[in-house]
């Protein structure tokens, strides 16, 4: 088995492509730590390696975000290693390969508007932020404020923020014109 390895904008987090599906259309899964990651065998075995900051899984990726104490020259053989073994013995990814749910915080009038911004998320936005190791999930629509939840390579990432205001904002202001602005959250 061989395992591609990427860098993301982020300079604390490695993109691992194993080849195989991870996710695939089930959505995606984010771990912010051990404590979070029982539902995944995969996300489970990561956090065991000392230096493993957060996990976050995509189709057919796996992004690796590490400690700052941590260097990817000691890290990055283990994850490969990790990766690589639970894909060879078959192992689940997901406990019930179920994917992440997020809350929506939408007003039901606003349905037309949300579906028009859900489908240039997912045409014009996440392939590209897949791309980088990670993902960006709709949470909620309200007051002309589409409010998007960052994952993967993309948490944390130094241009992050500038994505969301200069690119995502203003593609979203163009074709839907109720939108007044883009505004990061927290899981």
Same mark, same amino acid.
Request: overall charge negative; charged content about 25%; hydrophobic content about 50%.
């Given at each position: 088995m061989f395992i591609e390895t990427e860098a993301t904008p982020n300079p604390a987090t490695?993109?691992? %492509?194993p080849g195989e599906d991870v996710m695939g259309g089930r959505g995606t899964a984010d771990f912010t730590g051990a404590e979070t990651a029982s539902?995944?065998? %995969?996300a489970a075995r990561l956090f065991e390696l000392e230096g493993v900051a957060r996990?976050? %899984? +995509?189709a057919d990726f796996v992004t690796v975000t590490k400690t700052n104490e941590a260097d990817w020259a000691t890290l990055r053989p283990q994850v490969l290693g990790a990766v690589m073994e639970h894909f060879m013995a078959g192992r689940p990814v997901m406990a019930g390969d179920e994917a992440? @749910?997020?809350? @929506?915080d939408t007003d039901p009038?606003?349905? @037309?508007?949300?579906a028009q911004i859900k489908e240039l998320l997912d045409t014009r936005v996440r392939p590209a932020v897949a791309g980088d190791g990670g993902d960006i999930v709709f949470r909620g629509f309200r007051d002309g404020i589409v409010r998007l939840h960052m994952q993967g390579a993309c948490s +944390?990432?130094?241009s992050s923020r500038a994505t969301l205001k200069h690119g995502v904002e203003?593609? %979203?202001r163009h074709y839907v014109p109720e939108v007044v602005a883009v505004e990061q959250v927290e899981a």
């Open positions: 490695l993109k691992f %492509l539902r995944s065998p %995969l996990i976050f %899984l +995509g992440e @749910e997020m809350a @929506e009038a606003d349905a @037309e508007v949300v +944390g990432c130094p203003n593609m %979203l």
